[in-house]
């Protein structure tokens, strides 16, 4: 069985997107993480002078928008209805998990799950407006 997936050249193109929009738009140094399908990191970054979390919580909001098939918007709207549900999710072992928004779905034109991106570094809304910016800028859909 072949499970759609994103490329290691989307991947990177996905990541160079949201760098690209996050210096355009002056941000903070931010933290981007790319995941396949399968939630396993393809490309990650920490800008220079971004502090050591924000990589790490880029990548936890990717796993969870992936792992969940959610935007992570819309994950923190039900982590609040949810809170005890949510809490042992993020306390799995190993688990990597971070429902608060800035961690998108990435989906091919049929809606295909590929993987997820997820970045750090400004607001909440920021961080997904680089998201967004990045999965439009390369011919890609959110979920």
Known sequence: MNIPTLSLRQARDLLDAALARARHDKLRPMGIAVLDAAGQPLALAREDLAPALRLEIAWGKAAAAVAMVSSTRALAQRAAAHPP???AIAALPGQRFIPYPGGVPVCDADGAVLGAIGASGASADEDEAVC???IDAIDLRPL
Do not use: G, H, P, T
């Open 85 to 87: 549900f949510f809490a």
């Open 132 to 134: 967004l910016a990045a």
